[in-house]
Every structure is written in structure tokens, then in C-alpha cells.
């Protein structure tokens, strides 16, 4: 069925493309029969599309298009922006979860669906608030275009201080006939069990004479992973006086007297009174430094379920000649449901012995680190921590597009909303082991090495006591907005002015987290299970009243039979308790009235944040066409209001057993920011031939502050040695920006280009490094003591610029002979160079992407390889250190079989080569090991 009546047809450019000749949704001639149509479809007619979106643009863009309904080029929407010059990707499991662009933070990039901002809630329990978006929450299917805006303009939504992406769903006047398609694909990843289901169905059609139209799409996902990770929590500094005085299980060296005897000072529990101070260096005395030791090692396996359900709908009405109004809507269900069983060793938090003699001390940027520490009856716990997480995200917009002789005027309400409900517990047990941990610089883990037996002893559920139950339990968490848009245009003949455009834009969102946790001493456990017998491992060495934990104990292995295989040293055979057979024994209720529930006011956050905006943007043209652009001025104002509870520093609480840190609450405050920022923009556009076009952008663009560094919320870590409050005055990121580029347009797929760009960012919001010393109450003894905290407290300080370049291409060699007149490549390159590479994250220095492609009528094949160089990922990461991701890159591919002319074989990969990412400290200390495996994807795809 072809419908015609108030449509526009769409050519074999992209729809963008076709929008700029045509008003969509209006009234456009049939194609006479004596027409010749040459259908470009599949993979060609992708790059023709995003091809022409790039060229007809006046800006500096990027893109991406669906080879057809419901076929977008990769599984994860993220996965495919990787592809475009200056973009990065972030990975949540392996998935692509958010991006960077030319070298920024995602919070510096505006992602917006069909012209509005989603709402996003589904995070990770403990995970910081930002307002990046989160791409596993968009089934690839439903994508239809997808456009990486690098330099903006006036009329583009301010916050994307980086660039912004605009994804376009499929709407019914998109299309010239009835759509129905139908995507089925199974998932294996190799470090999981169980296959995951992936359904997608897609429908479109317009009624009656083509005035009426509707779009359905519904989509269930079903992944299950396994992720092997390795994490050293860093390296923690005690004085050889104090030795180790974390407020926890402390053991010294030396008698009052300061003679170091060891039949004294033998760890056990009568021997802490009697003892004190450490001889880190084996010297025979105390000196006056102090000694940075390895704080904690998690040996960790993820075995992780989550499960997605999506639909998007869309209406449209053709009222008149001269009105069409459309309805959009989107919702998606997020489940997931981990289990992160997890070996963890304290040497900090031991009874001792230590040996200096077996340990080695050395410096390293100017701080003495014990690269080999050696010492017994080290605090080590075989944890099983189960995140449950559910949680939904909806929105509804109302549009409406009204024609005048003179005028375009476009009308716009968008109400949505992002809720969750998250757990996190574990059961926390201990038992004592002797060990060595050894790491040098360059290394990428901390190796283990047992003695004295106790890799016997580690295996044995006998030895293992219950300590407590800790995690977020009932935690809610939701973000708001209502954004409401009013846009107006009027084509002009006044001199080289073309176009003048005007609009309005209010956005009223709020911004809620509850720090919601229960915890449980030992007869509380016993309470819901019953008394367990003492363990003889504790007993002995004088530390009584003991409960064990052996009943809920049980061994673990990684599905592939080796736990990160690549990397020796690390722990292969372990125990972890059974903290979901908990879970499932007692009802919620049950839980609570067992332990101690609560929400923790300097912990929870409720930001609202109100924008409003208004702009002027003029369009221009030479007389001889070969000229054109745009400038334009948005002025934007936002009014921010945080809500919270202060925190007395008087009152800090230390539970070693669960190392929770808490502060005690002040009373609730509110405190008010506001500003008001101009941002003009300059984008121009010069066709030196009809196929090589230049480009020049000149811009200030503004990114809003992290939702958590503006709340009044503080945190504390003993174990960190760092505190942490927001700061509800904070100032936006601010950037002046310069961009230009060529583009050599020669094929109906080809081109080369290249692009310089200059980003002055004029203010950043920087992390505090003042040392306050406060006092500490040890939760289990009552005793008090100083502890050392490093205040991080962000705020505005100095600037930074940001230099690079982008170089991309794409060929099909259609001149070729035989079947290499079906193959293509594309290539892209950036380079980005950071003049504070110690204050921006994601800044990579040297990306590149490398792929191609083989499509004929039956079968077609891609392939690609992605490459990015170290970069900073966080700032502060434990015991002072910044990290830095290594470089790394992945292979991913696909290959499709026609076997009927409507139904397609699909298979694909993801991390084809198994590239594990490894972290270290900037002071090159091992941090951080991830491996997720590969994932592969197989199934079939009919159209109707």
C-alpha cells in the first residue's frame, strides 16, 4: 500500500536530507511511472544517508543511518557512534553505556531523542548522579537516524559543551508504504552460561488518504554477562610510630619501652594493648616518615542478568494544508539482577606478624610504598554482593506544526520521568590468612602468594567467621522534567538573509536520591538463622564470641576455568557466602525488623534545576549560492535549588568490620545558585566546487554541573582517607570554541575530510586537596581517635585548552572488477592534545577507527576495529591517585544472509579478540583489570 496525500516522499538520501527540500507531513507529487528509480539499500544506502546528512548540513556533523527498519549497523547504539571521528565510548559491562567527544567527560555531552532530553535514574547503586545518558536504555531497533553535532547552533539546546547527539526515531510519515518488521537474535558471551533472548517487532502504516498514520515498536532484551575484575583499592599511608592506626583490628611492633620483641608482639589479641608503632623498614627503630601499604585487593567474578523492555509509539495527523501534529512516546523497563562474588584481603586491617625483612619499601614519586608486603593473619573475606535493580524510564511529548503564508511554527510539550528501586547487600564474613602481595610500576595486578599453608586454610569453611550484613537496600532514587519548546521560522528574501528563526525553551527538572541502607551485627544474622557454632581459627588466637560462617559458604569458579588467565598471581580457587540465599529466605519486611534500616540525610540528595531560554538565529546565502551559514545568540538563565542535610565532622563513626563510614547529620538545609550565561554561535559554509565544501564554526557552549557535586551531600571514607561535600554554588563549565574543516565529496559513498578544533575552556570544576584531621569513634569499641581525611570538595577553578584534529574517509570501490565492486572501507583518526591532562578525563590522546565492508544482493559482511589511546578516567581514585585506562582496542563484525528476499540471516560479535582493559594509578601502580569477554549474537530478521 502506497499512500501519497500529505506526504512527502522520501528519496534514497536520508530523511534529513529530504526535510531540507520538503516539508515533512505535507503534500508532495507522485513520481510518474515513466520515472526511473534506482533503489540503493543495505549498507550503501546507510552511508549515502549519513553521507548527505553530513554534506547538506551547515554545521560541523556527524552520522549515522539505519540500513533499513529496525536495522541499525550495531547491536548498541553506543557501539556505532564509536565509529565517528572525535568519539569515544564508555562500557558498563561490556556494553557501550555513554560516550566522550573530542576528548571530554559525557557529562559535557547533550544527548537528546527526537528533540528532547531523557531523564535518567538507572544507574549503578553507589555511582555518582551525572546527566550523561544511558544508551543500553535505547534498543538499537528503534534508532532511524543518529547525528553527532560538533559545533552548534543558536537553535540547538544549550548543555552540550562537547558536542551533541540528536537520535531520530521512526515516525509514520517517514515512510512511504506499510513497515512490519521482525528482529529475533540469541546472545552468548563467553565468560556466561545462559543464552539471552532478543525480540524486536516494529510496525508502521497510514489510514484512510494518507492524513492518519501510526508507529508501534516493542522490544525485549534479555543479556546475561560475566565480568572478571581485578581492583587494588590503592596503597594507604601509616607513620612508623602509629603503625597501623585505622581505628580496626590494629597490631604493633614495639613494646612501651620501644624494644621490638616479637614473643610479645605476636598479634594476638592480648598483644594490642601491650603494643604499638610499626618498623615498616626493618631499621630496629620508629623514624619520622610513613609508609604507604596495599589498602585492600578485590578478586571479583560478576555473574549478571539483565533484562530490558522497551516500546516507542508515534502518531501523526495531517489535520489540514497547513497543521500535522504528532505524539511520541517511549518507555523502557530496566531489570538487573548481580551477584559479584568477591575475594577481598585487608593487610591493613591484620593481627600480624609483619615481616620487614620479607617486604620491600621503595619510592615512587617521592612516597615510600611497600611494593612487597608480607605479613600474617592478613583480614580476608569471601563476600557475594547481589544488586537488584529495578527500575523504568517514560516519556510523552505532544507536537504540534503549524504553516502560514510566512511562518513555520513549531510547538512542543515533553513530560518524563526515570525511577528506580535498588539493593545491594552482601553477608560479610573473615578469616585469617598469610600472605605476600607484590606489585611493581607497570605491573597490571598485585599478585598473591600464600604461606605457611594458608591456601588449605582459605579453602576450609571452618575458618570463616560471620562479621555483618551491610548495602543499600530499598534505595530510591528518581529524576523529572517537564520541557516545553516554542519555535518559530520565516523564510526571507532580504538581502543575503534567508531564514530568521526564534524560540523559546523552559525545562523544569528535579533530581531525587535516597541513601537508603540496612546493616546487621552477628546476632542479628543469628536472629534469622539461628546460633552457629565459634571458630576455632579465632579462638585460638584470643578473639572470642566468635560465629561461624561456614554454612552459607560455598566454592566458586569462573565459567572458562581460569580466573583472568592472562595475568598470574591472582587467586584461582576461593569460597563466597550465600548472601541470596538470604534473600530469598526472607520477605523484605522480615529484613528490616532483623537489622538496622535507614536513610542517611548527608548521603541523600533532591536537586531541582529550572532553565530557561530564548533565541535569535539569522540564516544568510550569497547571491551566487556558493556561501552560506548561520549566527545567532541563545540567552540562557537557570535557577537551581539543593536540598539536603549538613554534617557535623565532630561526629564521624568508623565500622571496621564493614568499613562503612558515617557522618552525623546537622539538620536539613537548602541553598540556592543561579546564572545566566549568552552563547553566540557562527557556523559558515563555503562551496569552493560543487564537491569540495570548507567549514568554520566559532562557538561558546556551557555544560551544567554533575547532579551530585551541586547537592549538599558529604561523604567520608576512613579507609580513603578522603571526604567529599557538594557544593550547591558551583558555576557551569564554560568553553569558547573555534572549528574548521574540508570535505571532499566524490561518489555517492565517498569522501575524505579533515577537521581542526580548538576548545578554550575558560572554567572547570576542580576537586579540593587540603589535608583536615577530625576525630574518628570506632563503631565496635567505642574508642575515639584522628584520623587523616584529604577534603575533595569540588569548586570552580582554572580553565584548561583543548587542541586536536579529525580525519575520516569512505570509499566503495564500485569501479573494481567482480566481486570487489561490493566491498568498501572507511577509516577516521583523532587527535586530541590536553593542556591540564591531570584535570580532564577521557582525553585519549590518539583514536582511530579502521573497517570495511562487503554487500551484495544475498550476503553482506562488516568489520571493524576500534583504538584508543591511555587516558585519564578518574581524577582521584583511592589513596590519593588519579587513574589512567591504558590504551586498548576491540573487533567487532557481522555477517547477513538474504535467504528469502524479506528474511535475513544475522550474526554478529563484540570484542571478537577478548581484550581485557586494564587501570593503573598515574604513578603507575597496578589499579584495575576488566575482562567481560566476548559477546556473539545470532538470529534472523523478516520484513512483511
Known amino acids: 500500500m502506497t499512500h501519497t496525500k500529505n506526504r512527502c516522499l522520501k528519496s534514497t538520501l536520508a530523511i534529513a536530507i529530504a526535510s531540507t527540500f520538503c516539508n515533512p507531513g505535507f503534500a508532495q507529487d507522485t513520481p510518474t511511472d515513466d520515472m526511473e528509480v534506482i533503489a540503493v539499500t543495505g549498507i550503501r544506502q546507510s552511508l549515502t544517508e549519513a553521507m548527505g546528512i553530513k ?61 528532547v532530553a531523557l531523564p535518567n535514574a538507572l544507574t549503578d547503586t553507589g555511582s ?68 539471552g533472548p532478543r525480540v524486536t517487532a516494529f510496525y508502521s502504516d497510514v489510514y484512510g488518504d494518507g492524513d492518519f498514520g501510526l508507529t508501534l515498536g516493542v522490544s525485549y532484551m534479555e543479556r546475561n554477562s560475566g565480568t572478571q575484575d581485578f581492583l587494588n583499592f590503592g596503597y594507604t599511608s601509616f607513620s612508623e610510630a602509629e603503625g597501623f592506626t585505622s581505628g580496626s583490628q590494629q597490631f604493633g611492633a614495639f613494646t612501651e619501652d620501644g624494644i621490638a620483641n616479637p614473643e610479645i608482639c605476636d598479634g594476638s589479641v592480648a598483644s594490642r594493648d601491650l603494643c604499638s608503632g610499626q618498623d615498616f623498614n626493618g631499621n630496629g627503630v620508629l623514624d619520622d616518615g610513613s609508609v604507604a601499604i596495599p589498602y585492600i585487593t578485590f578478586h571479583t567474578m560478576y555473574d549478571e542478568k539483565r533484562t530490558r523492555t522497551s516500546a516507542i509509539l508515534s502518531a501523526q495527523w495531517a489535520a489540514s494544508d497547513n497543521l500535522e501534529l504528532t505524539a511520541d512516546g517511549f518507555y523502557t523497563k530496566y531489570e538487573v539482577d548481580s551477584a ?51 527500575g523504568d524510564t517514560w516519556s510523552m511529548t505532544l507536537l504540534g506544526k503549524y504553516l502560514t503564508d ?146 552459607l559458604l560455598q566454592p566458586v569458579s569462573p565459567l572458562n576455568g581460569a580466573y583472568l588467565e592472562n595475568y598470574p598471581g591472582l587467586i584461582q580457587e576461593r569460597l563466597a557466602i550465600d548472601t541470596r540465599r538470604m534473600l530469598n529466605s526472607f520477605s523484605r519486611e522480615e529484613l528490616i525488623a532483623a537489622g538496622n534500616y535507614g536513610i542517611d540525610p548527608t548521603l541523600s540528595e533532591d536537586v531541582s534545576e529550572e532553565a530557561t531560554n530564548a533565541y535569535a538565529e539569522i540564516e544568510f546565502e550569497s547571491g551566487d549560492g556558493n556561501l552560506s551559514g548561520n549566527f545567532g545568540v541563545r540567552y540562557t538563565r537557570t535557577e537551581q535549588l539543593s536540598r539536603g542535610a549538613g554534617a557535623d565532622l565532630n561526629q564521624i563513626t568508623f565500622n571496621p568490620n564493614g568499613g562503612l563510614t558515617t557522618v552525623a547529620p546537622l539538620g536539613l538545609i537548602e541553598e540556592s545558585n543561579s546564572y545566566s550565561e549568552w552563547l553566540p554561535s557562527l557556523n559558515l559554509r563555503y562551496n569552493l566546487t560543487d564537491e569540495l565544501i570548507a567549514r568554520f564554526g566559532a562557538s561558546r557552549t556551557i555544560a551544567r554541573p554533575r547532579f551530585t557535586d551541586i547537592s549538599p551531600v558529604t561523604v567520608a571514607n576512613v579507609e580513603a582517607n578522603s571526604i567529599t561535600g557538594g557544593n550547591p554554588t558551583l558555576d557551569p563549565f564554560k568553553s569558547n570554541n573555534i572549528d574548521v574543516a574540508l570535505e571532499y ?70 569501479s573494481l572488477p567482480g566481486l570487489l565492486s561490493n566491498t568498501g572501507v572507511n577509516a577516521n583518526y583523532t587527535f586530541i592534545d590536553n593542556s591540564d591532562p591531570e584535570a580532564i578525563t577521557a582525553g585519549s590522546k590518539h583514536n582511530f577507527n579502521v573497517g570495511g565492508f562487503y554487500e551484495d544482493d544475498t550476503f553482506g559482511a562488516r568489520i571493524s576495529y576500534t583504538w584508543r589511546d591511555k587516558f585519564l578516567s578518574q581524577l582521584v581514585a583511592f589513596g590519593g591517585k588519579g587513574a589512567v585506562t591504558q590504551a586498548y582496542g576491540t573487533l567487532d563484525a557481522s555477517v547477513n544472509y538474504n535467504v528469502l528476499e524479506n528474511f535475513t540471516v544475522v550474526v554478529e560479535g563484540v570484542n571478537l579478540l577478548d581484550e581485557a582493559v586494564e587501570i593503573k594509578f598515574t604513578d603507575g601502580l597496578p589499579y584495575q583489570v576488566v575482562d567481560n569477554g566476548r559477546r556473539l549474537f545470532a538470529g534472523f530478521r523478516a520484513t512483511f
Open 745 to 814: 565529496y566524490y561518489g555517492d559513498t565517498d569522501m575524505v575530510s579533515a577537521t581542526l578544533f580548538y576548545k578554550d575552556l575558560v572554567s572547570l570544576i576542580r576537586s579540593g586537596s587540603t589535608v583536615i584531621n577530625l576525630p574518628v569513634t570506632n563503631a565496635l569499641t567505642g574508642e575515639v581517635f584522628t584520623a587523616q581525611f584529604i577534603d575533595r570538595s569540588p569548586s570552580n577553578g582554572e580553565g584548561a585548552k583543548i587542541r586536536g584534529a579529525e580525519l575520516a574517509g569512505q570509499h566503495s570501490f564500485v
Open 406 to 551: 510566512n511562518w513555520t511554527v513549531n510547538g512542543q510539550v515533553n513530560r518524563s520521568r526515570s525511577s528506580q528501586l535498588a539493593d545491594n547487600l552482601n553477608i560479610v564474613n573473615s578469616t585469617l590468612v598469610d600472605l605476600t602481595l607484590q606489585s611493581e610500576q607497570g605491573d597490571a595486578v598485585t599478585s598473591t602468594t600464600y604461606m605457611n599453608g594458608s591456601e588449605d586454610r582459605v579453602l576450609d569453611p571452618q575458618n570463616y567467621r560471620l562479621v555483618g550484613v551491610n548495602g543499600a537496600y530499598n534505595q530510591a532514587s528518581s529524576e523529572d522534567l517537564l520541557d516545553i519548546k516554542l519555535d518559530a521560522e520565516r523564510y526571507l528574501d532580504f538581502g543575503n538573509i534567508t531564514k530568521f528563526k526564534t524560540g523559546f525553551h523552559y525545562a523544569d527538572r528535579n533530581k531525587v536520591g535516597q541513601s537508603a541502607r540496612l546493616t546487621m551485627n552477628v546476632a542479628q544474622i543469628e536472629s534469622l538463622f539461628g546460633d552457629q557454632p565459634p571458630v576455632d581459627l579465632f579462638e585460638q588466637l584470643g578473639i572470642t564470641g566468635t560465629s561461624s560462617a561456614a554454612f
Open 340 to 390: 559479584r562474588a568477591e575475594f577481598l584481603a585487608f593487610p591493613y586491617n591484620s593481627l600480624g606478624p609483619y615481616y620487614p625483612d620479607e617486604s620491600e619499601i621503595r619510592d615512587i614519586d617521592g612516597r615510600a610504598v611497600a611494593t612487597t608486603f608480607r605479613a600474617d593473619n592478613v583480614d580476608t573475606r569471601a563476600g557475594n554482593r547481589i544488586e537488584q535493580r529495578e
Open 128 to 195: 555518582d548522579t551525572s546527566r550523561s545518558f544511558d544508551f543500553t536504555s535505547l534498543p538499537s531497533e528503534f534508532v532511524r537516524t543518529l547525528e553527532v553535532h560538533k559545533t552548534p547552533t543558536a537553535s540547538l539546546e544549550e548543555g552540550g559543551l562537547a558536542g551533541s547527539v540528536v537520535i531520530r526515531t521512526p515516525r509514520p510519515f517517514d515512510f512511504t508504504e506499510r513497515q512490519l518488521a521482525l528482529s529475533v537474535q540469541g546472545s552468548k558471551e563467553s565468560n556466561a552460561e545462559d543464552i
Open 55 to 115: 554534506k547538506e548540513s551547515s554545521t560541523v556533523v556527524d552520522a549515522i543511518s539505519a540500513e533499513d527498519v529496525g536495522k541499525f549497523p550495531d547491536i548498541n547504539v553506543a557501539e556505532s557512534l564509536q565509529r565517528i571521528t572525535g568519539v569515544q565510548i564508555n562500557r558498563s559491562r561490556g556494553e557501550g553505556s555513554s560516550i566522550n567527544i573530542r576528548g571530554l567527560p559525557s557529562d559535557f555531552v547533550l544527548v537528546r531523542m527526537n528533540n
